[in-house]
């Protein structure tokens, strides 16, 4: 939950300062609402201060059933609207990085460096092949990779996958 705190210009030293604090509760039960109003009351108690401004945003929980695309890293699974995926190890590996750092350009050099372990400046047509096979496995949610011309690849469409740690 981001929560945004800031002073308005008309306090006397005239100068604001703004602070996102971003809270992330995961339960394996029901009781994430419980322990986030909780998180919630305790922040708007610390920010007790007169002429501040306590603004919060609350996104909507993302449920299962709410994303395209699954991802359970411990499982080393994918599922496609409950299907699931079968991918290889560097598939597995490939998506799982982009979809971690959704909206990040992933610069070809770095991914082949991160994922493969190869040195920087070596060039090979590796990563192409694994993204053309990762993209013709997805389907429909292939859109979510990005070729990024000339400079490597990005995960669009963030709210569209869901990332079960």
Known sequence: MPYQLSAPPSIATSQAAEVTVVVRVSTNNDQAPAVAARVLD????????????LTVSVPQARTAESGELRILPLARRVFHRDGPVELTRMEFDLLLHLARRPGQVHLRTS????????????????????VRRLRRKLGPAAELITTVRGVGYRMDGAERVIIED
């Open 111 to 130: 991914l082949l460096t991160d994922l493969w372990g190869l040195p920087d400046g070596v060039e090979t047509r590796t990563l192409d092949v694994h």
């Open 42 to 53: 305790a922040v708007r108690t610390a920010v007790n201060l007169p002429g501040t401004t």
